[in-house]
């Protein structure tokens, strides 16, 4: 059974940086595709980037391009989310989801896995 759990949110200063962690167990993940989400207070969840397992290729929401960048690491089989430059519009719930059929998707409705968030605070 896949496994994913976040960790590493908090609170940070606008103009600061976060690192989240996605600790993924149950299976060998190649081929799929890893993804972060978010969900802001009133919000509807939204795509921050995503990274096929096998190969490392990314892809990032137009919101988060430039400042946020995921990576892999499959010895640990953790799949990470670097922030930089946060701002408090980033300020939002960050979710771990996996695709086991490799879509290379923004849209939630491709993701058979989920984590159970991990809370990131932007003060301003």
């Known amino acids: 059974q896949v496994q994913l759990v976040e960790s590493g949110g908090g609170l940070v200063q606008a103009g600061g940086s976060l690192r989240l962690s996605c600790a993924a167990s149950?299976?060998?993940?190649?081929?799929?595709?890893m993804a972060w989400f978010r969900q802001a207070p009133g919000k509807e969840r939204e795509f921050v980037g995503y990274?096929?397992?096998?190969?490392?290729?990314?892809g990032y929401s137009d919101s988060v391009k430039g400042r946020f960048t995921i990576c892999r690491d499959k010895a640990r089989n953790t799949v990470n989310l670097q922030m930089n430059s946060l701002q408090p519009e980033d300020t939002a719930v960050y979710y771990c989801?996996?695709?086991?059929?490799?879509?290379?998707?923004?849209?939630?409705?491709?993701?058979?896995?989920w984590g159970q968030g991990t809370q990131v605070t932007v003060s301003s």
């Open positions: 989801a996996a695709d086991r059929h490799g879509s290379w998707s923004s849209s939630m409705e491709r993701y058979d896995y």
């Open positions: 149950g299976r060998t993940f190649s081929g799929y595709t």
């Open positions: 990274i096929a397992w096998s190969v490392g290729i990314t």
